[in-house]
């Protein structure tokens, strides 16, 4: 059964910093890998996806990730984050064919002035 | 081009009453995708439905059951309320199950639903 798991349930970082989340997945197969954010209140809104090729995938908002095979993890990344940013970002893993996604936790990230 | 609309916005109900939620999907999907989000369990896959039939469910107990309609929206309907079913429930929405890859889900807003 795939799994998704995020290690950081909260983050804080300066207005201003490089921001890291981190995800590690447990898939058989190739996953396809997601990360989603969302602001308080609000539903899920899709920031970038790995279904294939380069490993190095960018996504809206200035985010990007890095499909590592090898460490089975999905990373999310944003070289300066702003206090727009504070919201809760998930982690999930798609499987082939049956389109249902799996999500880890969940980390919620604070920014502070 | 409208996005996923979910109905009603807050729902309150008390333990052992019934609870309908419904989801409208984006203009030419024909899957629809429940979840919910409870505190402190994240989001876990309930239901999908694709062209009218029940295709996949999560490890969640016969009273909740959904449908879909011929249109394409869909309904959740949770059954003997209890107060853990207190949660956000999402609906989401794809282009038709395609065997060899993968269609994006996209997010409507949220049901939010207290049961007292």
């Known amino acids: 059964a795939q799994s998704v798991t995020q290690p950081d349930i909260h983050i804080t970082v300066s207005e201003g910093a490089s921001l890291e989340l981190r995800c590690n997945y447990s898939y058989g197969a190739t996953p396809y890998l997601f990360w989603y954010v969302q602001s308080p209140g609000q539903g899920l809104q899709l920031l970038l996806k790995?279904?294939?090729?380069?490993?190095l995938v960018q996504g809206i908002k200035g985010f990007e990730a890095e499909f590592k095979r090898s460490q089975s993890s999905f990373n999310l990344r944003k070289p300066s984050v702003h206090w727009s940013d504070a919201a809760e970002y998930f982690c999930a893993v798609g499987s082939r064919g049956y389109s249902t996604l799996t999500f880890g936790k969940g980390t919620m990230l604070l920014v502070s002035p | 081009e409208a996005g996923v609309t979910q109905s009603p916005t807050h729902l309150i109900k008390t333990r052992g009453q019934q609870a309908t939620l419904r989801c409208s999907p984006i203009s030419g999907h024909t899957s629809v995708y429940w979840y919910q989000q409870a505190l402190g369990l994240g989001l876990q896959f309930l239901l999908w439905y694709d062209e009218g039939e029940e295709r996949n469910r999560g490890n969640f107990p016969p009273r909740f059951s959904g449908r879909q309609f011929p249109n394409y929206s869909s309904e959740l309907n949770v059954n003997a309320l209890e107060l853990e079913d207190s949660a956000l429930y999402l609906c989401?929405?794809?282009?038709?199950?395609?065997?060899?890859?993968?269609?994006?889900?996209?997010f409507g807003p949220g049901t939010r639903l207290t049961v007292l």
């Open positions: 790995y279904f294939s090729g380069d490993t």
């Open positions: 989401a929405s794809s282009l038709a199950r395609a065997v060899d890859t993968y269609n994006e889900q996209f």
